[in-house]
């Protein structure tokens, strides 16, 4: 499977407004899934998110889960979704368990961090937020989009946290 076919796929979805078709057709593409392109973890997470777009959480934790499990590439650490999943389930502790052990490992990777800093928002931890954007920040190499979302991401914290500008904030103003 390439990712011009998988995005094939993605576009029909949206085009017709059914993410638990698409979601199914994923599940069923991973589970005989050989190799190719894009890692059957990949695929897993995209189905685990049209699970989450057509309003079915436990299905999307199972998808996430089997991305675990799979330990193939992806672009985002299938716990940060695991995690958000479980905020929506309304599995708080569960969650925060989940986001110490991606912290814990060490090596969570911009985009990851990013994940985790809008969940962390999303559920009205700023400060974890803000600290889960700093660092995907202070890990980005360069510049790119995901370094331009966790600078937006932080700084809109750092507003409601009612923070001063700092130094990396400054940043947003380069980056623009």
């Known amino acids: 499977m390439t990712r011009e076919q998988l995005d094939r ?20 593409l991973a589970r005989c899934y050989a190799s190719g392109e894009v890692s059957r973890a990949a695929i897993l997470v995209m189905a685990a998110e049209e ?7 436990a299905r999307a934790l199972a998808s996430y889960q089997q991305a675990l499990d799979d330990g193939g590439e992806v672009s ?17 502790d569960e969650a925060r ?16 961090a990013l994940h985790v800093a809008e969940t962390l928002l999303a559920y009205g931890d700023l400060p974890g937020a803000h600290e889960w954007a700093t660092e995907g920040i202070l890990a980005s190499e360069g510049t790119g989009g995901t370094r ?3 600078l937006r991401t932080r700084y809109r914290i750092r507003v409601d ?14 980056s623009r």
């Open 148 to 150: 331009d979302a966790l």
């Open 9 to 28: 796929l993605l576009e029909q979805a949206l085009l017709n407004d059914d993410h638990g078709a698409l979601a199914g057709r994923l599940d069923e």
């Open 161 to 174: 946290l009612g923070l001063p500008e700092d130094d990396l904030d400054a940043l947003l103003d380069v």
């Open 76 to 92: 985002v650490d299938p716990r940060a979704g695991i995690a958000d999943t479980l905020f929506e389930l309304d599995r708080p």
């Open 51 to 57: 699970w989450r777009q057509a309003g079915q959480a």
């Open 97 to 112: 368990e989940l986001v110490e052990s991606i912290k814990a490992d060490g090596r969570a990777d911009p985009a990851t």
